[in-house]
């Protein structure tokens, strides 16, 4: 669907937010609905990384995602954080699989972005899917999975427990950059959509994209290695694309002219 605006300015679609066909003084602004912004750790630009701040801050954007990095605690909770330390996000230190869940709650995962977010903590993966489920989509990324032997079957375990494992419009989605990981998530979970991540152009391949798409449904490269070119050919394999990590407009705008499915991004005001 397309709207004309009348208006006898000159848009660039590389310049502007708005994305635009021009003609002699009209401009054809596209209906971009069809893309879905992906909140990258939550709104990672404004509020810290994989917390309720970012989350909720995600919502009230507007995003239709939220993603979310999965780690395993000492004692077998799965936990929402990036690193596979806790250095780097919050006053602690130590490795995310050395510490106790009660350990890692206890520590602060917000001052590390300024005073205002004092007192942010780290969440559960459970407490995540039960404040969230319903009000964003999730996308669920599992970290390093090979460390944490078994993680699949737990993360497909809580999903059917809340009965989360249908089909039910792409509201939930898991992805990896360990794609053995990815093929075993399928098997479990054969109606959730699957992602696999890749930084590395030899995954752009058409022969790899042919084996992904015989167990997943997303293939989601590193915005580097996106042209409209591999977008299609993604396509005409089956698969939909989604691309990170969109921290500017123009990259934005250079994935909606490649035709991307989705774009996972800290600011998700920058693709609509
Ligand atoms: O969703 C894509 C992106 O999250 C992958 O990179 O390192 O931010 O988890 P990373
Ligand atoms: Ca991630």
């Known amino acids: 669907m397309k709207f004309i605006l009348e208006a006898g300015l000159t848009l660039s679609l590389f ?12 401009v054809l602004v596209r209906d971009l609905s069809y893309i879905d912004v992906v909140a ?23 995003a239709d995602y939220i993603e979310l990095d999965v780690h395993r605690s000492k004692d077998g909770e799965l936990v929402v954080i990036h690193d596979s330390t806790v250095d780097r996000t919050t006053d602690g230190s130590g490795k995310v699989g050395e510490l106790t869940v009660e350990e890692l709650r206890a520590l602060d995962a917000g001052s590390w972005m300024g005073d205002a977010f004092a007192g942010e903590t780290i969440p559960t993966l459970d ?7 319903g009000k964003i989509g999730l996308l669920i990324e599992l970290k390093t999975p090979d460390v944490y032997p ?9 999903l059917k427990e809340r009965n989360l494992d249908r089909p039910q419009d792409e509201e939930i989605m898991i992805q990896s950059f360990n ?32 084996e992904f798409a015989t167990y997943a449904d997303y ?11 591999l977008v299609d ?10 691309s990170w990590t969109v921290r500017n407009r123009k990259t ?3 994935l909606i002219a490649a035709g991307v499915d989705a774009i996972i991004t800290d600011y998700p005001d920058y693709v609509r």
Do not use: C, W
Not at 17 to 23: E, G, K, N, T
Not at 127 to 133: A, F, G, H, Q, S
């Open 40 to 62: 990258h750790r939550g709104a990672s630009g404004y509020a810290p990384e994989n917390t309720f701040a970012a989350f909720d801050k995600a919502v009230q954007m507007g």
């Open 252 to 254: 934005a705008n250079l």
């Open 150 to 158: 078994g993680i699949e079957e737990e993360v497909a375990e809580m």
């Open 179 to 210: 794609f053995e990981s990815m093929k075993k998530m399928k098997q479990l979970l054969p109606d959730v959509p699957i992602g696999v991540l890749t930084s590395s152009r030899t995954d752009t391949s058409d022969e790899a994209l042919k």
């Open 15 to 26: 310049l502007s937010p708005i994305q635009a066909d021009v003609f002699s003084g009209t």
């Open 233 to 242: 050919r993604a396509h005409a394999h089956g698969l939909k694309v989604g």
């Open 219 to 229: 293939f989601n490269p590193q915005y580097g290695l996106i042209s409209q070119t």
């Open 127 to 133: 407490e995540v899917l039960d404040r969230y489920y």
